[in-house]
């Protein structure tokens, strides 16, 4: 009898000690990461509202019935569009004094649209993040070229425009100090004067490798350099010395918004990364190794789900999502181009089974513009997301991965021996000196939607009681992805 009692004693014992190395073992061997779990972070669920979604969101009743819906099917995130094509579509004091609202953007009933959406999204306990979507383009023939051509890089051959999805286009010099004051007096314009989560940057803020040979960049290299640019504009040192330099802006712009609201988001949806970096001098991964990115929705609009899956399996997706949230965003349609339901549910699940959240492109294709009736794709919405997910400013993401620490400029770095000036030179140039991350990916394949056209249509303007009279304005397209041709859609006021 003693010998069972010492018996059950020693089981007893063993048991405790055994079990919970046990379940460590299982969940080692379940890729448990300790500090975060899948679950105590909500994914990203969002979707872009562009200028394609105006009639849901210039009406209060429909703002109302469209945020509902999209708070039944579990989202939990809005990015709105407020920046596109040279114009400001939100009430803007900047809009006014560069002339570049030549229509009202209040709604029907009068209201301010994007306080109004915010304020009916918060309601439903969904996030907002304006949305910057053409970051440093403009057309051509905005009123923001004519006002400042200075602003506006070029070519080595001196051609300024280039042809992209949303048409022919401009872009603003993102390291000349006046363009980088612009911009950040824009975003924190919407910053100060609305109650949003955060603020989005998408794969525009950037600058395509053919460009930086103006004036001011070109005086800018020579100082810091003591030579001329190179004339192959994708040489890598030209490539690493230009994306460095939009990497000191993104950091300074950073800075600010968080000066003004510590707690919001300053949220990127990039190319992929390798098309991102050579391309457009994007390099993004650095930007979230150097903690200046909350978040990140990498844009990754594939017509096939195998070449949607490849790329979410690339370093710097793993990397990303052990530092910030991240996502994908995923194409739900185009106006002459849907797409059907069963293939947005099988890159919906690929991508969560990677760990990953989901933005769609754009809401009207949704269920809207679709091959299926609306009622199907909503049904089929429902089952992806069964539970909600709800995100609020309040909830701390965990990093599994430190940031690394920005590298000091030329202009602090006291060790560091300043460059002569020269007359033509720019005063207190900003410099950084970071590694560019190594990260080797193929070269992503290429979507088979031709570009297309720009879409100029007229704008109704406000009434005003002056007697001078306010030109039409072109309305401003939708720029990714791409579309074969884009049917007009008027409408006198734009969101």
């Known amino acids: 009898m003693a010998s069972f009692r010492h018996y059950k004693t020693l089981l007893k014992r063993w048991t405790l000690l055994l079990l919970p190395l046990t379940l460590g073992l299982i969940l080692f061997l379940q890729g448990y990461q300790p500090g975060l779990s899948q679950s105590a972070y909500p ?58 609202q030549p229509f ?51 070519r080595q051959d001196g051609s300024k425009t280039s042809v992209t999805a949303a048409g022919e286009v401009m872009w603003m010099n993102p390291f000349h100090p006046q363009v980088q004051k612009f911009i950040t007096d824009l975003v924190l314009e919407v910053v100060t004067q609305y109650d949003v989560d955060g603020i989005q940057f998408d794969d525009h803020t950037a600058l395509p490798n053919q460009f930086g040979y103006d004036p001011y960049t070109v ?16 040489d890598p040192a030209w490539i690493r010395w230009r994306a460095d330099k939009l990497t000191a802006f993104i950091a300074q712009l950073n800075q600010a918004i968080k000066a003004r609201k510590p707690q919001i988001l300053f949220s990127l949806s990039p190319a ?65 181009k849907q797409v059907p339901m069963a293939l947005v549910a099988e890159k919906v699940r690929a991508a969560m089974n990677q760990g990953l ?45 430190p940031p690394i620490p920005l590298a000091p400029s030329s202009a602090t770095d006291k060790s560091s021996t300043p460059a002569p ?53 072109p309305q401003p397209v939708d720029n990714f992805p791409p579309e074969p041709t884009l049917d007009p859609e008027v409408s006198p006021l734009l969101f």
């Open 43 to 100: 994914a990203i669920r969002g979707v872009w509202i562009t200028n394609n979604d105006t009639i849901h969101f210039m009406d209060q009743g429909r703002t109302q019935e469209s945020i509902n819906q999209l708070a039944r099917l579990n989202f939990n995130t809005l990015y709105p569009v407020v920046w596109n094509s040279g114009y400001i579509l939100y009430e803007s004091a900047i809009a006014k004094r560069e002339g570049l």
């Open 272 to 336: 992929t990364y390798n098309l991102a970096y050579q391309t457009y001098l994007q390099d993004w991964l650095d930007w979230v190794r150097k903690g200046l990115v909350d978040e990140v929705i990498v844009q990754v609009y594939r017509t096939q789900l195998a070449s949607f899956i490849e790329p979410l399996q690339r370093p710097e997706f793993q990397e990303a999502k052990l530092r910030v949230p991240t996502a994908v965003g995923v194409l739900t349609g185009l106006k002459t």
């Open 357 to 401: 959240g989901i933005a769609f492109f754009y809401y009207k294709t949704l269920w809207e513009i679709a091959p299926e009736d609306k009622q199907s794709r909503l049904s089929q919405f429902q089952a992806l997301f069964r539970s909600p997910a709800p995100r609020s400013l309040a909830q701390k993401f965990v990093p599994q991965l």
């Open 104 to 154: 009202s953007p209040r709604g029907d009933q009068g209201q301010d649209v994007l306080a109004d959406l915010i304020q009916r999204a918060h309601r439903q306990g969904l996030l907002v993040l304006p949305w910057f979507e053409f970051g440093f383009m403009a057309p051509p023939f905005s009123e923001l070229v004519r006002k400042h051509p200075q602003w506006f890089t070029q």
């Open 219 to 234: 005086a800018l290299y020579q100082q810091e350099m003591k030579t001329a640019p190179p004339s192959n504009p994708k």
């Open 421 to 473: 000036r020269s007359p033509q030179a720019p005063k207190n140039p900003v410099t950084t000196k970071s590694p560019r991350p190594t990260v080797v990916s193929p070269q992503p394949p290429r979507d088979n939607f031709p570009p297309e056209p720009t879409l100029t249509v007229p704008v109704i303007p406000a009434p005003s009681t002056g007697a001078s009279s306010i030109k039409p304005a």
